[in-house]
């Protein structure tokens, strides 16, 4: 692992945004399921899946979710459980609700807070259908109050037919209401325009291919999309009384992610960054998955020293990374000084793993320096706002010249008599009653 | 005005996304505003606004703003700052506290909430310049915490040179830090990646032409953007005990924004749709920007009636408009069945200009049925969060197993083994510690 003093040293990479070609297919089968419903859906789910399906068969059944509980551990099943229960805890913290402002003149001011009707939560095939990522996307939804959660997954794996059972089981453990095998563009496009089979949703979350990640760029505005992650990243601020073994198997953890992962050890210890770069590469020659990780930690790994702890808050605060672990003696000292970072671990304890499968906040969380601007997914993403204005009559006459001026001013003359009314027949009304 | 029975009435605009070479243009400026930095951004303004300027001439002086004042009508300034006040006292009311979550075995969780850093503002030039907006804009942010709100604004409108008085008073009122005379996609350009004079943000909002919606969806991943706003829309859900005289006139207010604006009546008596329509004609007559606003009623404006308030109020929610209105006896009794509306005003006195201009909430609402999904502005598009976890020994040690089998059901080995590493050395200490 490099180790560099820490200058200019910036983590942005590129992200891809796939190639016209790309593209083009996209738009092309996004138009075709907006035209043709079902009959578009199974075209490509035969040609991309290589599955022959009838409409009638795109819903997985009850007998299908409790087959894949058969197929599982059932160490599995309890794990995934205790994790969702976690990870329901802490999103139901965050819940709010809808308020008012009632005012002296009889005014009320409120802010309205809904759940969303409909969800969609696109969950990939292969490799890469992780059980911890439905239900880090499902169960904020649910926790927020949303009454439908639709799960779409490719309806076959790399020649193998049916979805993976621990998907099934993570997707019925977290509370999705409905599952369609269907994958890729189509699948994105059916959840936005709605086919006969599939009702068509608010909101379209979750990972996926560049095909995926396109098609939730096509449909943007006719559904909400969540943000499209890039490579993980970890950054790890260490002085001398941290664990070298530690910090390193925690980098290694981001490491195996994919090669465009990035692992970045801040320190106030040369001597540190020494032992952690030597621990870095012994658990590295034993990992399962040590070429990927060696070649995130070759491209993307790099170790800072720095003079001072606050000088490595300062780096990690340019870097804003996605997960950020404070080994350092007294972390709640320093956590008030940290602006950017997505999720901050602290103390010897708190690997990141922890936070990636079981202690209830998010998995999913800004990536390449968003921390700056954004927040991990919660229940907010699943929600929407009204506001409310009940104005009173005491409130319209004692303001209403006031708010004339500000019309007229804008140059909204139908504006100012839409006040002007109110107040002329109002008078006159209070006059007549008056007689 | 169109009168329709209800059936399947849509809203949907299409909405403008630019050229190819109006992108190709704003790709152009972008790119050179981020190579050459100051140097670009007063070449582009000359070029556009026609104004040759000097680096140190781009920031707006205290001296400007308070000779600003000295233009503009004292009962403006009250006014603006009465609309203020109003408006600082809502979003007040949506601040949030970060919180915690302590564990009985020794674990903390939270949610760290802090404000944006650094935020933008654009306003237009020219007669599309609203202090209202303003205010709008800058006031969340404000109250959200945000030390540094920068202003951008062209320097010259329609050959006047200079900012327009009212918009420096209002960005004065609102709490604006600084103000730069720099407008279109340069600006913009100039906010995300920085200049030598201006230091780049971490988010940029604010309406503009199609150039600046352009160059922020280009910009879009270096910085946040907010959304894109369509035309506005009102609609109007009354019955018999509604005034005519009022409901036109909130039409025609709306309808008087742009030729794009839609103004719809929903009501359940057929008589009230003829005597509104009749109120349309004979107000609209009046109306100093009625060639607008007809074109605006004539594309866009119907009278929908409906068999009863329910239905209505479904009617309503598939709409989802911008600005809703519920003229009808007991609005309360209905508040709670519409889903889908960015700002609900209830009962006679509450004109939709009550809350354009001053009642507190804003006036940045989602358009073009994105209420589905989307809110109003508010303090929240201001903040960002960071999940806070710190494990405790004690949680390692009881759910260490539990995480390590749900990673090496992931394939993820060396997830796994960052916890395990901590499960062999911890036991190995307290091992030698009850030695």
Not at 140 to 158: D, L, N, S, W, Y
Not at 247 to 267: G, Y
Not at 406 to 412: I, M, P, S, T, Y
Request: proline fraction near 5%.
């Amino acid at each position: 692992m490099r180790i560099l003093p820490a200058q200019e040293f910036d983590l942005r990479r590129e992200v891809e945004y796939g190639s016209p070609e790309q593209n083009e297919a996209v738009k092309q089968i996004v138009s075709d399921i907006k035209k043709e419903g079902d009959t578009a859906l199974l075209r490509y789910t035969e040609r991309f899946d290589g599955m022959k399906l009838k409409a009638a068969e795109l819903r997985v059944t009850q007998e299908e979710l409790k087959a894949a509980y058969e197929k599982v551990e059932p160490s599995f099943v309890e794990a995934i459980a205790a994790a969702a229960a976690n990870i329901r805890a802490f999103h139901q913290k965050e819940k709010r609700n809808s308020w008012m402002d009632l005012q002296p003149d009889g005014s009320i001011l409120g802010q309205i807070i809904r759940p969303l009707k409909r969800v969609g939560v696109y969950v990939p095939g292969g490799k890469a259908a992780y059980p911890s990522s439905v239900l880090m996307n499902v169960i904020p939804a649910q926790v927020a109050g949303v009454p439908e959660i639709v799960m779409v997954t490719p309806p076959a794996t790399g020649g193998k037919a049916g979805i993976d059972p621990y998907i099934l089981v993570a997707a019925a453990e977290a509370g999705v209401s409905e599952i369609y095998r269907v994958g890729g563009a189509q699948a994105i496009a059916a959840l936005a325009y709605g086919t006969d089979t599939i009702e068509p949703v608010d909101k379209i979350c979750g990972p996926g291919n560049i095909f995926v990640a396109l098609a939730k760029r096509e449909v943007y505005g006719a559904v909400d999309i969540d943000s499209i992650a890039g490579p993980s990243e970890i950054a790890v601020l260490a002085d001398d009384s941290a664990n070298a073994a530690y910090v390193a198997a925690d980098l290694l953890s981001q490491a195996e992610h994919d090669e465009m992962a990035s692992a970045i050890l801040v320190t106030t210890s040369a001597d540190f960054a020494k032992a952690c770069a030597a621990e870095v590469q012994r658990q590295l020659a034993e990992l399962p998955r040590r070429e990927i990780a060696a070649a995130s930690i070759d491209s993307y790994g790099v170790i800072l020293v720095v003079d001072s702890i606050q000088e490595g808050i300062q780096v990690i605060n340019r870097l804003a990374p996605e997960h950020l672990e404070l080994m350092i003696e007294e972390p709640m000292a320093y956590l008030g000084l940290v602006e950017n970072a997505g999720a901050i671990f602290l103390g010897p304890y708190s690997s990141e793993p922890v936070g990636d499968y079981f202690a209830g906040p998010n998995h999913i969380i800004p990536t390449n320096g968003t921390a700056r601007f954004s927040s991990p997914v919660d229940v907010d993403d699943f929600i929407k706002k009204s506001s409310m204005i009940y104005y009173s009559k005491q409130a319209l006459l004692e303001n209403g010249e006031t708010i004339m001026e500000l019309a007229r001013r804008e140059g909204l003359e139908g504006h100012a008599r839409a006040i002007e009314i109110r107040l002329q027949q109002e008078a006159k009304a209070d006059r007549k009653a008056g007689e």
